[in-house]
């Protein structure tokens, strides 16, 4: 299975983006799908993530102003991204969980400048 995020770029604070992550090759359901983010020297951190059933859960940091959904026929997973700020500055990855085994995507650039 492979994973590919699309969507990244520069943007102006309060600006948004949409990201989008599909997958390929041998593709299933995956129970979860999730974004990530990871700034120059911080950890990896969990942005939002989506079941196949449609449940959601964020970080703290972006509630309410991002918003995960998935489309689980195309096996694909969104993240819409507003009211963007400098400290979302990361490159975004694109995780998919299946039967006890995580999947990642390449990770896609967000820049937001101020």
């Known amino acids: 299975v492979q994973l590919q995020a699309s969507g990244g770029g520069l943007v102006q604070a309060g600006g948004s983006l949409r990201l989008s992550c599909g997958a390929s090759?041998?593709?299933?359901?995956?129970?979860?799908m999730a974004w990530y983010r990871q700034a120059p020297g911080k950890q990896r951190d969990m942005v939002a993530m989506i079941s196949n059933v449609g449940s959601t859960i964020y970080g703290d940091s972006v509630k309410g102003r991002f918003a995960i959904s998935r489309d689980n026929p195309r096996n694909m997973v969104h993240l819409q991204m507003n009211s963007l700020k400098p400290e979302d500055t990361a490159v975004y990855y694109c995780n998919g969980f299946h039967a006890g085994k995580n999947y990642w995507g390449q990770g896609t650039q967000v820049t937001v400048s101020s």
């Open positions: 090759g041998r593709t299933f359901n995956f129970n979860w």
